[in-house]
């Protein structure tokens, strides 16, 4: 069992940066693949990145890629979203959620991960 809390959302300016942190209880944390997703008003909730469980292996939407990075903190169980070069498309309530332990497929896809955080709303204003 995992539990999840996000952080460090809020109000930036187009250009801006944010960094989003989420903190994961229990002892499987370092072998769950960990992805954030992310819900914009009146749309369906997308893929935003994944980390492996080991942190070998990242991906990313190409609607981010070169603009978010993802990482993780297998010692303090903490997954880590920075956002720079923020757009109003960006605005949206992030998510972060984790995997089964060692799981293997395709990390886009939201029914491979059995736990989600709450969210944390980033709005980047124009």
């Known amino acids: 069992q995992v539990q999840l809390v996000e952080s460090g959302g809020g109000l930036v300016q187009a250009g801006g940066s944010l960094r989003l942190s989420c903190a994961a209880s229990?002892?499987?944390?370092?072998?769950?693949?960990m992805g954030w997703f992310r819900q914009a008003p009146g749309k369906e909730r997308e893929f935003v990145a994944a980390?492996?469980?080991?942190?070998?292996?990242?991906y990313y939407s190409d609607s981010v890629k070169g603009r978010f990075t993802i990482s993780r903190d297998n010692a303090n169980n903490r997954v880590y979203l920075q956002m720079n070069s923020l757009k109003p498309e960006d605005t949206a309530v992030y998510s972060c959620?984790?995997?089964?332990?060692?799981?293997?497929?395709?990390?886009?896809?939201?029914?491979?991960?059995?736990?989600w955080g709450q969210g944390t709303q980033v709005t980047v204003s124009s």
């Open positions: 980390v492996s469980w080991s942190g070998g292996s990242i």
């Open positions: 959620a984790a995997s089964r332990p060692y799981f293997s497929g395709n990390y886009a896809i939201q029914h491979n991960y059995g736990f």
């Open positions: 229990g002892r499987s944390f370092s072998t769950c693949v």
